[in-house]
Structure formats: structure tokens, C-alpha cells
């Protein structure tokens, strides 16, 4: 407590509310902007989500819509999915710059690097997941059968498709949650290399109940890079220790 009481530098209560009401009007007009951005470009940046259906099933990806509804409701879905990713960056400054009084000195130079590392691995999240979907997608269809004939709903489709990347660039902030804990002395490298065993199992067991699709290459796309990131924020956090 007497860390926070001693960076906080005298600010008032109120004072402290002003300033979350700040970022949070910067945060939401920045979303706000880039979903306005996202729903004008909804042409190009369906073409670009659709990818993964049409390299599952190249001879037949297109989208069948039975509510008049549909086409509206999926671009607001687009516009805000884009608003979101797009300002991610300035939200991830945001937050840091509202936790930041909170912390000595000597942590707030770890301002840039922790924000451009959760800046890049939320974007590896969501890559791995684009290019992992069309496995999904074929994987799935074969599990079908040949008998059924493939139509899908174009919300449906994105729900799943929009729920994969948001999932995938969330885990794959684990790194930096590790690496952060580390840090702040909550544990050690040596603990962690130590349990290195039951993390495995652990991860496993979590990309088989996060991953939406549901099939195994999609889980172990999240699995491998996670226990990767493991050992990694093990290095990482032995190296910032000393």
C-alpha cells in the first residue's frame, strides 16, 4: 500500500475519478472512430474475413442469408470488431497510463516495452487464429460428411470466426501476465521452471476448452505457442530480475 500512497502523489479521490473518466472518453471515442472507419470499409474487410471459408471450400464460399436483417446486423458486427481491434493499441496506453502512478520508477520505464508486447502478441493471437480457421473450417466440414451441403449463415459464421481471434489474441497475452507476476514478485522463475510440468498440462487442458472450433489443430495452434511463451517469460523474467 505505501508504494501506491507514495506514487499516487497527493491526487484526491476525485481527482483519480476524473482521470479514468478521461481515458475512458479517449478509449471510447478512439473505438468509436475506428468502428466508423471498420463499417465504411465492410466491403474489403469481409473479403478479407472470408478468406479462411473460401481456402476450406474454394468452389463454394459463399454466404446464405434468410433474414432481411442480416446483412445490417453483420455490418455493425464488423464495425465494431474493428473498432475494437484497431484501437487496441491506444486502449492498452490507456490502461497502462491509469495504473501507472501506482508504480515506482523503476517500473514505469517497463511502460513501453509491456504495452508494444501486448500490443504484438494480441495481434500474433489473432493471426495465428485467421490462419488457423480455415483448418478449422474444413475439419469440421469433413466431420459432416460429404452428404451435407455447405451454406453458412454470414453472422453465425463471424460470431465464430470474430469469438477464435478474440480468444486467441487474449491467451496470447500470457506471456506478458507471466513476465508482469514475475516482476512484482508474486513468484519466481525458479517456481515457475519448477512447475513446468503441471503448466503443460494445464495449458493443454485450456486450449481444448477456450478453442471454439473445437478441433485439434486449432488447439494445438493455441497450445504449442503457449507453452513456447511459457519458458519464454521464464528467460525473461530472470533476465529483468537481476
Known amino acids: 500500500m505505501s508504494r501506491f500512497r507514495k506514487a499516487a ?9 476524473a482521470e479514468a473518466r478521461q481515458r475512458f472518453l479517449i478509449s471510447s471515442a478512439t473505438v468509436l472512430i475506428m468502428g466508423v472507419v471498420s463499417f465504411i470499409f465492410y466491403p474489403q474487410i469481409l473479403h478479407v474475413l472470408q478468406g ?9 464460399c459463399k454466404f446464405l442469408v434468410t433474414n ?13 470488431f474493428g473498432g475494437l481491434l484497431l484501437s487496441s493499441p491506444v486502449l492498452f496506453w ?6 501507472t502512478p501506482g508504480l515506482k520508477a523503476k517500473e514505469r520505464r517497463y511502460a513501453i516495452p509491456f504495452v508494444s508486447s501486448s500490443i504484438l502478441f494480441f495481434a ?4 495465428v487464429a485467421y490462419f488457423s480457421f480455415g483448418h478449422a473450417i474444413a475439419f469440421l ?8 451441403v455447405t451454406f453458412y449463415n454470414p453472422n453465425q459464421y463471424l460470431t465464430l470466426f470474430l469469438l477464435m481471434m478474440f480468444i486467441f489474441g487474449i491467451t496470447f497475452e500470457f506471456p506478458v501476465v507471466l513476465v508482469a507476476i514475475e516482476l512484482a514478485g508474486l513468484v519466481s522463475p525458479a517456481q515457475l521452471l519448477h512447475s513446468w510440468r503441471y503448466a ?12 471454439p472450433s473445437g478441433d485439434p489443430l486449432s488447439m494445438m495452434a493455441m497450445a504449442v505457442p503457449l507453452t513456447a511463451f511459457y519458458f519464454l517469460a521464464i528467460g525473461i523474467g530472470k533476465l529483468m530480475r537481476r
Open 9 to 17: 502523489e497527493g491526487m484526491t479521490l476525485a481527482q483519480h475519478l
Open 52 to 60: 479462411p471459408y473460401c481456402a476450406a471450400t474454394p468452389k463454394n
Open 68 to 80: 432481411p436483417l442480416d446483412g445490417l446486423t453483420l455490418r455493425i458486427k464488423i464495425g465494431l
Open 94 to 99: 490507456q490502461v497502462w497510463r491509469f495504473i
Open 124 to 127: 500474433g493471437g489473432v493471426t
Open 141 to 148: 466440414e469433413s466431420i459432416g460428411g460429404h452428404s451435407l
Open 200 to 211: 503443460v498440462i494445464a495449458i493443454t487442458v485450456a486450449a481444448a476448452v477456450l478453442t
